[in-house]
């Protein structure tokens, strides 16, 4: 059987962040949680992951600046942007930045499940 996939989540909010931990756990997925930007560059250094599941208001670190040092140094990285405050103005709609989906808070678990798996290519059955 070949390894889960791993996931990194940046999420300030502890509850939220457990409960998306747990969701993709019994999903199969190997989960790591950060709870800002900060952490979570560190966390990949450790540990790299499959794809990044980021917030955009954090402390320390934002989502908007770690997603800019994560396409630095892992380009093709999927990112999934989860956030109850996408501006109009934000430039994570540019191409440079794909692949990297945006959902909008509150967002339903499975809608998040759909999104990484097709980010990552693996099948609905799975």
């Known amino acids: 059987m070949p390894d889960p996939f791993h996931i990194l989540v940046a999420e ?3 509850l939220a962040a457990m409960a998306l931990e747990d969701f993709l756990s019994i999903k ?3 989960v790591t949680l950060a709870g800002d930007g ?3 560059m560190e ?3 450790e540990d790299p992951a499959d794809a990044l599941i980021t917030d955009l208001r954090m402390p320390r670190m934002d989502g908007h600046a770690l997603i800019r040092e994560m396409r630095a ?3 093709t990285l999927p990112v999934l942007v989860m956030t109850g405050f996408l ?3 934000t430039d994570l709609t540019d191409e440079r930045w794909k692949p990297l989906e945006i959902l909008s808070k509150p967002v339903n678990p499975q809608t998040i499940l759909e999104t990484l798996r097709r980010m990552l290519g693996v099948p609905r059955t799975a």
């Open 12 to 14: 300030d909010e502890a």
């Open 28 to 30: 199969g997925f190997r």
């Open 38 to 40: 900060i952490e979570a």
């Open 43 to 45: 966390r990949y250094a």
């Open 73 to 75: 140094r892992h380009v």
């Open 87 to 89: 501006t109009q103005d």
